[in-house]
């Protein structure tokens, strides 16, 4: 396994079976994890923990991962950390939306874990 670095990742996910295995998959390849259920929380860890990525889901309670993105694009603490959205949705349009919301790169589920991987250095560099 070569060095990143890349070392801490936030991740925004309801479904607390696919957090479990991305918090898995990430922290197995040597990636430190803070892992979150709610985007609004997501907002202020992102702010305090100053995270190397964020991961996020699209549909979630309260606030979608789309709005997210933009917040985070917008706050001067957070505008430059990229995102990775990581979601079921699969159509053309919901990738091209994610990118125009800010997100870095796009990801769909399911995924593997060399899938997962290589989207986070795609954006890390």
Known sequence: MSLTLI???LIVEDSPSELQLMSYFLTES??????????KAA?????LQQPDVIITDVVM???SGFELCRYLKKHPVTKKVPILICS???QEIDRLW??????????TKPYT???LIRAIRSVAN
């Open 113 to 115: 874990r060399e899938q």
């Open 30 to 39: 040597g990636y430190n994890v803070i892992p979150t259920t709610d985007a």
């Open 98 to 107: 994610a990118m125009k919301q800010g997100a870095d790169a796009y990801l």
């Open 88 to 90: 079921s949705k699969n």
């Open 43 to 47: 907002l202020e860890q992102a702010i």
């Open 61 to 63: 309670p309260g606030m």
């Open 7 to 9: 070392s801490t990742i």
